[in-house]
């Protein structure tokens, strides 16, 4: 995990990560009590488990996940990359007690959406 933004401000805190990794399970089934999780995906492709709907996900799709829902995430052969904005965040998000594993069901609350991937400009 690259950390690229934290917000410590106790209204409005935020935490902006990019994770990469190869192919297969990066995580177990899981749930956030104190935060809500969205990703973005940069590169590859990934199945992300939502409650109980696999959402098949490549480069510019974005899913939230909402508190107290259980979700996992696989990455497709040749692993990938991706961001993700956890609200609230700031040391709460990245403290191990924060984003400890239960393996409990969750309510089913969730949105994904299809963006098309980022460009950058070329020079003139």
Do not use: Q
């Not at 935490?15 to 590859?44: C, K, M, N, Q, Y």
């Not at 939502?50 to 974005?62: F, K, M, N, Q, R």
């Amino acid at each position: 995990m690259r950390v690229l933004a934290v917000d410590e401000e106790p209204s409005d805190s935020f935490t902006l990560a990019e994770f990469s990794g190869g192919a297969g399970a990066w995580t177990v089934p899981h749930l956030h009590r104190s935060f809500e999780e969205s990703f973005f995906i940069l590169d590859g492709s990934f199945t992300l488990t939502v409650a109980d709907e696999a959402i098949a996900a490549t480069p510019g799709t974005y899913v939230l996940v909402p508190r107290n829902t259980a979700h996992t995430i696989c990455a497709g052969e040749g692993g990938g990359r991706l961001l993700t904005l956890m609200v609230p965040g700031g040391s709460r998000a990245c403290s191990s007690n924060s984003v400890r594993c239960r393996r409990t069901p969750s309510p089913t609350s969730r949105s994904a959406a299809k963006y098309p991937p980022a460009t950058t400009p070329s020079p003139s």
